[in-house]
């Protein structure tokens, strides 16, 4: 799996023929061993109904939906989106952890690959944090842990929380893009 958000706080917009357009740049390393995670929030539907109909009606509760990526990358890029900063908090090579974190707003579009599929999800609005502790195992990959809420957006000007796009066989191998 991998993951890119695009360069700036407005979201993207899909352009022709449904192609994802913007400055995309990629997360860099999610973990193999804790994959990405995808959750759901909220109560499930009640049955109402009344002494004389057990069912007059079901209930719709909101739902939020949120995903947690374990970042393989200890980058300037990967500690704004774990500490909540953004460019004032970089100096020269370093991260300043600010004071009063901030969520990154973004887009983010993941693609999961196998060696002749492709699955994509992509989300026009998130908010993004650090949502546990960072891993520093010596015998493992350091795992930076990021949870990006997904907010209500717009695709081709629909209201919406984001798109699927289903498997998909590859033109390539997954190979061809690992060399590329």
């Given at each position: 799996?991998?993951?890119?958000?695009?360069?700036?706080?407005?979201?993207?917009?899909?352009?022709?023929?449904?192609?994802?357009?913007?400055?995309?740049?990629?997360?860099?390393?999610?973990?193999?061993?804790?994959?990405?995670?995808?959750?759901?929030?909220?109560?499930?539907?009640e049955?109402?109904?009344?002494?004389?109909?057990?069912?007059?009606?079901?209930?719709?509760?909101?739902?939020?939906?949120?995903?947690?990526?374990?970042?393989?990358?200890?980058?300037?890029?990967?500690?704004?989106?774990?500490?909540?900063?953004?460019?004032?908090?970089?100096?020269?090579?370093?991260?300043?952890?600010?004071?009063?974190?901030?969520?990154?707003?973004?887009?983010?579009?993941?693609?999961?690959?196998?060696?002749?599929?492709?699955?994509?999800?992509?989300?026009?609005?998130?908010?993004?944090?650090g949502?546990?502790?960072?891993?520093?195992?010596?015998?493992?990959?350091?795992?930076?842990?990021?949870?990006?809420q997904?907010?209500?957006?717009?695709?081709?000007?629909?209201?919406?929380?984001?798109?699927?796009?289903?498997?998909?066989?590859?033109?390539?191998?997954r190979?061809?893009?690992i060399?590329?």
């Amino acid at each position: 799996m991998s993951a890119s958000l695009d360069g700036d706080d407005t979201g993207v917009e899909e352009g022709d023929k449904g192609k994802l357009t913007g400055a995309w740049k990629s997360v860099g390393n999610t973990s193999l061993e804790n994959g990405i995670e995808m959750s759901v929030e909220g109560d499930d539907p009640e049955v109402l109904g009344s002494w004389q109909v057990g069912a007059l009606a079901i209930t719709t509760p909101d739902k939020q939906y949120s995903l947690t990526m374990n970042l393989n990358d200890i980058t300037v890029d990967t500690m704004k989106l774990y500490y909540g900063g953004d460019d004032s908090n970089v100096e020269g090579e370093s991260f300043i952890i600010p004071a009063k974190p901030k969520p990154t707003k973004k887009a983010l579009f993941i693609i999961g690959l196998d060696d002749e599929n492709a699955v994509g999800w992509f989300y026009p609005n998130t908010s993004i944090i650090g949502s546990d502790a960072v891993t520093i195992d010596p015998s493992a990959l350091t795992e930076v842990p990021v949870k990006a809420q997904i907010l209500a957006g717009q695709i081709g000007g629909k209201d919406t929380m984001g798109r699927v796009y289903p498997k998909t066989k590859l033109a390539s191998t997954r190979a061809d893009f690992i060399t590329a």
